[in-house]
């Protein structure tokens, strides 16, 4: 999966943003804004599966 991400220089920090998933963070450099992006991202799909989970939608086969 491919998703667009752009970064750009606010007046303090850096705006990283993911359109498609509408997942917006920032940072002090660049380096850390491309950072924090990834990790909201992590984070945006782990709380969807969570949900999709918690609403029957997808069931997980987990071997004890």
Partial sequence: MELT???SKGEKYYVARCPELRVTTQGKTMSEARKNLK??????FE?????????????LNIPA
Wanted: avoid cysteine; proline fraction near 0%; charged fraction near 30%.
């Fill in 47 to 59: 709380s969807v599966i969570d949900y999709l989970v918690q609403k029957g939608r997808v069931k």
């Fill in 5 to 7: 991400t752009k970064i």
């Fill in 39 to 44: 990790e909201a991202i992590e984070l945006h």
